[in-house]
Structures are given as structure tokens and as C-alpha cells.
């Protein structure tokens, strides 16, 4: 009795390892190969055992120092009937959509897909987010922070990205003078004033006063534990093999189902950051409680004034302090690598960072002959950034060749759905590599040189959809003028300034960390202009 209970387990177990080899390992493989013969000439397959997708990116950045080397190959060598291309992630089997008019139809089926949630701290941050919220949830959230990213809203924020500026550019010029030669980390110079932008916007104040203190006694931003605790929960789960396999299980029940180490110090942190935003908002709530008229223009109060006048808003303390994680996220590092893109290839084009100058020299002085020097930043208005053409380009050209978001996060299929001709099962992922069409030489002549004047000929804007950093439909970006505003104003400064000259002993290399740039943040000098 004993023996054949025993038996029974074991091959209770050896079926069950059998099933999940299958799964793992082959299932994916036979499926892509099923959709290969399905398909074509119009698909082209992606598979790696394991990881899958990713692992090409790692390839393509570790064998041709670019991320995204598979995707421009394949549209340099596109042929007239390529698509799409298949992959997996994990066990997971996708399509990417490569086509203008398969990925507008993909975003106009918004509602069919489910983000999938990339790591256990996108998880816990983000999921009761706009970003990551669906339905009639998505609908009411989306309508609710819509009108304070409107065009007309942003201008109010001015101010603030001004000043930030000026900060920024007393401390850049106090270290320059202390060592001219020294590089200069744009992308980060630039997101120090993306993420206080963020934070203000937000809540009104600054980030200074909001510190974690860390087991260990340190103390930190909160901004930047955000970003730390980011890194860390990708970081853990390439170091630990045994910890991503149970990711790729248990997916966001990893935490809760036997934890191992590195989850329960992640998930430590991630209590108390959620903890800190948590005391902020209920101690502002308090002060509106007992006097609404301390309402200011910001997020925070907004959210704060909508739940404590309307007792059915829906609106939830989760909800609020996962939408300033989330809008913290892809407000920040977006927005910063944009510029400082811009900044590097500025830098290498120095005929092209004269025009631009002069632009904003002329757009600013316009009003006013007298405005000179260091008169000229402070007297910029906003009406002003609407008539930098060359700047405006220039960041539209930064984010053709390099964007930081080369396409969408990958999405559960929710129910069966066709695209085009491409049947998709629910289960199934799906997701759009617009940067195919940007870098494409039937669409972009000559792809890979930064010619900004190409979007002041009008050539190539006939096809809205070959030209997407921002994504398209309903869900695309809903802070996208707000990162041109915050971009222009940047440019201005900083040209306004500095000489940005070329880092040349750099070797460029483009990685996707959690958004796509330059994996080494030291390619530009800034020389300071006598204004
Ligand atoms: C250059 C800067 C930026 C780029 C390239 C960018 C790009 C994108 C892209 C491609 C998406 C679609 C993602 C997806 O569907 O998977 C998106 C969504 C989003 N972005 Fe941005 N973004 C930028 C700046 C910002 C800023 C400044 C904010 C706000 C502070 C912001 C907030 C959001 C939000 C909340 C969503 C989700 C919208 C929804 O699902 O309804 N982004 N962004």
C-alpha cells in the first residue's frame, strides 16, 4: 500500500515536471513556429527558451551595442510584405505590430488587451494606476487627470520649470567654474528637473522635505528610493534565476507565496514608501477637511477636494498615491532622456545648435529689443515655446532616432481579437515596436542621420501613424504636451547658457534598462557662454 502510494506521488510529480517543461520550453517554440507557417513572408520570429524577448535586447546591446539592433535591421532590410513579428516572454507567446495601419487598429482595441505587470515593484506601485487601470475605471481616471494635463492647464506649471532650471544651472555653473573640464551628466542634470516637476505638480511642494530613512539609518529622497526600488526589482530577478522562474509562475503572487530574501527586503521598502506618500496625503486632507479654501492648484488637492465633496467619486487613497508613483515613473526619465538626447546630438551638430540659439534668442527678443543676456531665460513666456520651430523639431527628431519608449508595454490579450488578418488568443501577449516605422528608409530618408529640418519641410507628417513616441488612441500619452513644454524650456536654457560640445573618447551604446537610451550618461562638455 505504502509502495504504490509512493509510486502514485512520484509520477504524480514526474507528470507534473513532464507538463511544465512542456509549457515552458516547448509549447512556445511549436507555437511560433505554428504561426511562421501560418503566416509567411509577413511574420518574422523572435524566440529564446526562457526570457524570451528580452534576451534579444540584451543580444542586440551586448553584440551590436544597441537594444533595439534587431528591430532596425529589420526594418532597413524590410521587405514590402513584413508585418509583424512573433516572440515569447517566458511561456508567454505575442505578436509585435509592426504595420502603421495593424498598430492603429491595435490601439483602437484598447479594451482587449491587459499591460502586463512587468516586475513585483511595478506591481505594487502601479496597478491601481492610471497606467495600469482598465474599463470604466480606466475611462473615469483617464477623464479625471485629462483636464489638468490640458494645454491651456500647462501653462500654470511654467513658472515652477523656469525656476527649476535656474536652479539647476547656478549649481552646473558652480561646479564648472570649480572644474571646466568636467563631462557633464545631461541625461541626469535633466531629469533632476523632470522629477521635481513631477513632484510639484503633484503636490504642490517640493520633493525636499519627503526623505525615507532606511533600515541601515541612511536617509534618501523619496524620488530616488522610487527609482532605486525600480532598478532593484529588475535587478533581483537577473541575478536570481530561481527567483525569476517563480516570477514567471506565480507572477504577482510571487510576493505572497513563500517570499524568499530578496522579496521580503523589496517589499520592506516598497511598504514604506507607499507609507510616507500615505501620511502626506492624509495629513492634507486634514487641513481641507477643515478649510477647503487652503485649496491650491495641484493634484493632490484635486483629488483631496473631488473625494471630500463628491462621497461617490470612486476616488481611493491607493488610487491617488499610485497615480503619483505612476506619473513620477513616465514623467521622469522619459522626459529627461528626450532632452538630454537632443543635448548630445547638439552637440555633435554645431551649425544646427547655433540655429536653434539663435531661434530662441529671436522668439524671446521679439518682444522686447532690450532683453539681453541673462535677462533673455527669465523674460521666456509660454507663448514663446509655441514659436521655436528648429527646438521643437529637434526634440521631435531625438525622439525618431532614440524614444525612449520604442513601443508599448506588452498586453494580455483579454478575449479572442483579430487584427488585420492576425487572429489573437486571450492568453495570448501583444504589443507595438513603433520604432520600426521611425527608423524605416522608405519612410525617413537616410533613417539614421539627425536632420531636424526634415519636420519643417512637411514632408513627413503625411503618415501620422509612422511617427508614434508618444503612442496613439485612447491610451496614448497623457503628459506628452507637458514633455515638450518641459523639453523646449530645457533646450532654452541650457542653449542659452553653455557651448554644448562633443564627448568624443565615448563610445555610444543604446540599452533598454526600464526605458531605451544611452546606457552611459557622459558623452556631452558644457562650456559657459558669456551672455
Ligand atoms: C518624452 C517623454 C514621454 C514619452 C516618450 C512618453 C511615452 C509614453 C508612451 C509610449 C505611452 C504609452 C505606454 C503604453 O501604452 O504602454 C505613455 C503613456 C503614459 N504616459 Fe507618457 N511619455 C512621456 C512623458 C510623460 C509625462 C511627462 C507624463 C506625466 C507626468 C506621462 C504620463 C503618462 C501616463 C499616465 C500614461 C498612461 C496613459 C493611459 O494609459 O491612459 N508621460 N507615455
Known amino acids: 500500500m505504502l509502495v504504490e502510494s509512493l509510486l502514485y506521488i512520484t509520477l504524480f510529480f514526474a507528470l507534473g515536471i513532464i507538463f511544465l517543461i512542456f509549457r515552458a520550453i516547448i509549447y512556445p517554440k511549436i507555437r511560433l513556429l505554428q504561426l511562421k507557417k501560418k503566416y509567411g513572408d509577413k511574420i518574422q520570429i523572435v524566440h529564446h527558451y526562457g526570457t524570451g524577448l528580452p534576451m534579444e535586447y ?13 528591430v532596425r535591421k529589420m526594418a532597413a532590410e524590410k521587405t514590402n510584405k513584413m508585418q509583424v513579428f512573433g516572440f515569447n516572454i517566458g511561456y508567454n507567446v505575442g505578436l509585435s505590430f ?22 513585483q515593484a511595478f506591481n505594487y506601485l502601479f496597478s491601481d494606476s492610471l497606467f495600469y487601470a482598465t474599463g470604466k475605471n480606466w475611462q473615469r481616471q483617464r477623464q479625471f487627470l485629462g483636464k489638468s494635463f490640458h494645454f491651456d492647464e500647462i501653462r500654470n506649471y511654467l513658472p515652477s520649470i523656469k525656476e527649476l532650471c535656474s536652479k539647476v544651472t547656478d549649481q552646473l555653473n558652480k561646479d564648472l567654474k570649480a572644474n571646466p573640464q568636467q563631462e557633464i551628466q545631461v541625461i541626469n542634470v535633466c531629469e533632476k528637473i523632470t522629477s521635481e516637476v513631477v513632484f510639484r505638480v503633484f503636490f504642490g511642494s517640493t520633493q525636499e522635505n519627503m526623505m525615507i530613512t532606511r533600515e541601515d539609518g541612511s536617509q534618501l529622497h523619496l ?41 521580503k527586503w523589496l517589499l ?39 473625494m471630500i465633496e463628491n462621497k461617490n467619486s470612486g476616488i481611493t487613497y491607493d488610487e491617488i498615491i499610485a497615480n503619483f508613483c505612476g506619473l513620477f515613473f513616465a514623467g521622469t526619465d522619459t522626459t529627461g532622456n528626450m532632452t538630454g538626447v537632443a543635448l548630445y546630438y547638439l552637440s555633435l551638430n554645431p551649425q544646427i545648435q547655433k540655429e536653434a540659439r539663435d531661434e530662441v534668442i529671436r522668439v524671446i527678443s521679439k518682444k522686447n529689443q532690450d532683453i539681453k543676456g541673462n535677462d533673455l531665460f ?73 536632420d531636424p529640418y526634415r519636420w519643417m519641410n512637411g514632408n513627413e ?17 497623457i503628459g506628452q504636451h507637458l514633455a515638450m513644454i518641459e523639453g523646449k524650456c530645457m533646450l532654452a536654457n541650457f542653449l542659452l547658457n553653455y557651448d554644448i560640445l562633443p564627448n568624443e573618447s565615448q563610445k555610444v551604446q543604446l540599452e533598454m534598462k526600464i526605458i531605451y537610451g544611452f546606457s552611459q550618461d557622459n558623452l556631452v562638455y558644457f562650456k559657459k557662454r558669456q551672455q
Open 461 to 477: 507628417s503625411q503618415n501620422a501613424f509612422n511617427f508614434t513616441p508618444f503612442s496613439l488612441g485612447p491610451r496614448n500619452c
Open 98 to 119: 509592426l504595420d502603421p495601419e495593424l498598430i492603429k487598429q491595435v490601439h483602437q482595441s484598447h479594451d482587449a488587451f491587459q499591460k502586463i505587470n512587468i516586475s
Open 268 to 306: 520592506n521598502r516598497l511598504v514604506q514608501v507607499k507609507a510616507a506618500c500615505e501620511k502626506v496625503v492624509l495629513k492634507r486632507k486634514e487641513e481641507l477637511q477643515q478649510n477647503l479654501d487652503q485649496y491650491k492648484n495641484n493634484f493632490l488637492d484635486l483629488y483631496l477636494k473631488e
Open 378 to 450: 527669465s523674460s521666456l513666456q509660454f507663448e514663446d515655446l509655441s514659436n521655436m520651430n528648429l527646438c521643437n523639431s529637434i526634440l521631435k527628431e531625438s525622439l525618431r532616432l532614440i524614444p525612449p519608449a520604442f513601443g508599448v508595454f506588452p498586453r494580455y490579450v483579454t478575449r479572442d481579437i483579430k487584427i488585420g488578418q492576425y487572429e489573437l488568443k486571450k492568453g495570448d501577449l501583444v504589443n507595438t515596436h513603433f520604432i520600426y516605422n521611425q527608423s524605416n528608409p522608405q519612410t525617413f530618408t537616410n533613417p539614421d542621420k539627425f
Open 223 to 263: 524620488s530616488e528610493e522610487l527609482v532605486s526600488l525600480i532598478m532593484d526589482s529588475f535587478r533581483i530577478l537577473q541575478q536570481n534565476k530561481l527567483l525569476l522562474l517563480k516570477n514567471l509562475i506565480l507572477k504577482s503572487y510571487s510576493f505572497k507565496i513563500f517570499p524568499l530574501k530578496e522579496e
Open 58 to 70: 540584451r543580444k542586440g546591446f551586448v553584440e551590436r551595442n544597441d537594444s533595439m539592433a534587431f
